[in-house]
Each structure stands twice: as C-alpha cells, then as structure tokens.
C-alpha cells in the first residue's frame, strides 16, 4: 500500500482531468431545474464528456455501477443512480459527482446545487460542507498528517451540530480512480500519513443534518442515504500537493484558490 507520488508530466494530465470534470459540472448547471430527471442530467453529462469532451466517464461500469455521473438528491449520501423516473422537484438539493479520465488520469470532483428555492436549513448545510472542504484544502502542505485534515472537518461540522459521514472517504487518484491513501473526514490518530509534494488526491466531505449512520440500498447496491432519513451534503475536490500547499486540479471558475496558477 504505497502512495504514489506523480511526476510533473503525470500532473499535467491530472491537471487537464481535473479541468474536464470541472467543466462538466459548469456545463450541467443550468439544467439542474424542477421537472429534470437525473437521468436527463446523466445523459447530458454522459454525451458532453464523450463527444465533446473525447473523455471517458469513469463511473459508467465501474464496479457494476450502471450510469456515467452519481446524483444524490436530499437524503441520499453518495453513489445515487440517476433514473428518468427521479424527477426533480422545488426545495430538492442534489449532490452531482463527476469523474472522467483522459489520457489515462482521473479527475474527480462534485459540488451540491439548488433546485429552485432551498430552505434555509438546507442551504445551510451545503454551505457549511463546503466550508469544511476549503478549510481542509487550505492546510494542505508538505510534512501534514493526514489526520489534520480529518480533525479540521470534524471541527467545523460538529462546530454546526453536523456529523460527518465514516463509512465514505476521500482517496488517492491518477491512474487509478481510488488508490492510497484513504482521506477520512474525521479524526483518526491512526492516519498518520505524511503528505508529500506530487501526491494527489481528494477531499469529499459528507455531512448529515442528523446522525452519522447510513445505509445502503440492497436492492440496486449502490444507492447510500441517511438512516435517520436527514438531509446529507456533499462536495469534492482533486487536488495535488506542492512545495506551496496545493493546486485544486478540478478548481470551477466560480473559485479562486491561492496556491493555483
Ligand atoms: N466519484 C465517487 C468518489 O468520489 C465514486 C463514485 S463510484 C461510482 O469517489 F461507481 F459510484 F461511480
Ligand atoms: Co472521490
Ligand atoms: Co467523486
């Protein structure tokens, strides 16, 4: 179980991987509105990736999953299916996760959207998980514990009576769309890992308006929501590690990050 570090040729690709996939998610945002399915949105994505793109949609047969993006919609955690029976409605909020490979490398990112009007319990949620991703990305550097990006998430969630999701992680990526390390979003002093500059990989929080636990679908494997049936929110970044901190590769033109170029 050894982390790879990327040569400056292979982050390149991861930089181009990254930009694809952040792409999709700018490209599939006006189309999030009430009366879409989420099947829609994943044939959207889908020919956008393949077409235009000339990417590969990572999920698509991945490990048996059927569709080319994930869409978790309220109190699904992660790994949604779309479906054209899904249709979405006003108030909804829906995690879009996006994966592609290009020349071999992954790019892997996700972002939550409104559908229509959110409450604001809702928005508060999101707005609280993405803080939490940011504040991880801006420690990252050099000679970090991994554990410190864990410790900081818990923080800020439980700082907003949030809990963090366990049974999901951030991961390693490049050739691979999940290689070493595992990236918990909560404290663990067994993830002792030292980050080291070319190593990349994401951060994806989930966090839940009620308790931690989760289950999973038995009947479509995949499909993981809340127990207690609360809402759940998500976002995800890829990024590489530099002698300055990091580059966020799957950085939207909606942010501007310090360390990227
Ligand atoms: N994109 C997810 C992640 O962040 C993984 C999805 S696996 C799939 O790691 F098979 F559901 F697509
Ligand atoms: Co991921
Ligand atoms: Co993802």
Redesign the pocket.
């Known amino acids: 179980m050894t982390i790879s570090i990327k040569t400056a040729d292979e982050i390149k690709h991861m930089r181009q991987a990254g930009k694809l996939a952040a792409e999709v998610l700018e490209m599939i945002e006006p189309y999030v509105k009430p009366g879409m399915s989420t099947g829609e949105l994943d044939q959207i994505c889908h020919n956008y990736i393949i077409n235009t793109q000339h990417a590969i949609p990572?999920?698509?047969n991945?490990?048996?999953?059927p569709?080319s993006?994930?869409t978790s919609v309220n109190q699904v955690v992660?790994?949604g299916?779309p479906s054209e029976k899904k249709i979405l409605k006003g108030g909804d909020i829906i995690n879009i996760?996006?994966?592609v490979i290009k020349d071999g490398y992954h790019g892997?990112?996700?972002k939550m959207f409104c559908v229509g009007e959110c409450k604001p319990h809702a928005l508060n949620l999101m707005r609280v998980t993405q803080e939490c991703l940011y504040r991880a990305i801006h420690i990252v550097q050099p000679g970090l514990t991994l554990n410190k990006i864990g410790h900081i998430i818990q923080q800020h969630a439980e700082a907003n009576h949030y809990s963090i999701v366990r049974d999901?992680c951030?991961?390693g990526?490049g050739k691979e769309?999940?290689e070493p390390p595992q990236v918990l979003h909560y404290y663990d002093p067994r993830a002792n890992t030292t980050l080291q500059t070319g190593m990349t990989f994401?951060i994806?929080p989930m966090l839940n308006a009620g308790g931690y636990k989760v289950k999973l679908n038995k009947g479509d494997g995949?499909t993981v929501t809340t127990r207690d049936g609360r809402l759940s929110a998500q976002w995800?970044h890829t990024l590489v590690v530099t002698d300055a901190g990091c580059e966020v590769l799957t950085q939207r033109s909606e942010e501007s990050f310090f360390n990227n170029p």
């Open positions: 990572a999920p698509l991945y490990r048996g999953f569709r993006i994930c992660c790994h299916i996760d996006v994966t892997d990112t996700s999901y951030g991961h990526i769309f999940h994401t994806e995949w995800e």
